[in-house]
């Protein structure tokens, strides 16, 4: 009888990276954009750059990385059929992404109280290469806090399917790829740190 | 049905990328902080490209992974060097 439900590990993982490769160009393609106003506006992206806080990027950047940790943790003990440390480690990815968005929830409410937003009072006394740098922060920093969202619903899912054991040593790949979305964002998230909050 | 070609990255593994992931961060805030010109971002662009080569190596799996699914991030990579590398013919020589 072929009542069970078809799986295809490999074919679920290759259309996941997939997904991945357009993503990777999307946020490429904001990259290139920082890439051509910088070439345009050095001096004005540096100004810009060093009113960012450092202190948040790298708070943030050391949470996703941990995270990150976390995640590929889960997935090797998934495999091996640990369910408590999985749920346990799902649950520390999700925890690192409420916090990481409570800190860029934090920065943004700072700086859009100011009047530095786009089309804000203060955005526009601002040279053009300083509008062109926090516009790009803005579209770049939400997309990615758009994925760090998503990303964060979607283990929350894991969590659950884990715990009715639905998702188990024998069939991971619904938490190997939302692993492999939440490696995305640390990945994006390792290029804008140096080139926004640290660029001089 | 699980895959035939099961293999497990041992926890040491992801902990000492993880290390050198953040060891590298280090390196990225300490140099930011020296002026090098226009090697400030050159320096820092290669450092995140080293971690991010960490992440996909590792975390990601990609190092063992089937011949099928590197040469798909090898098409998807050279895609997105081919549209960074236009896009720079055509600032610089505009």
Redesign the interface.
Known sequence: MSEAAH?D??GA??GM??FL?TE??LF?GLF?LY??Y??RYPAEFAAAGSELN?VFG?AN??LL??S??A???A??AI??GAKGRTLWLVGATIASALIFMVNKYVEWSAKIGHGLYPDGPAMLERPPGEIAFFSLYYITTGLHGLHVLIGGALLVWVWLRVAADAIH????VAL?NS??YW?LV??VW??I???YY??? | MSSASKHIVSDRIFILVWLALLALTGVTVAVSHIDLGPWNVWLALSIASFKSGLVIAFFMHMKYENRLLKGFFFCALLTLAIFIGFTFFDVHYR
């Open positions: 799986k590990y490999t993982k290759l990276w997939l490769f990777l160009i490429g290139i890439a051509v910088l070439h450092e790298a950047t050391l990385l941990s990150s940790l995640i590929a943790l997935t090797s495999q091996r040593a024998e069939d991971y190997e692993g492999l490696h640390d990945l390792i290029f740190f140096p080139l640290l660029i001089i």
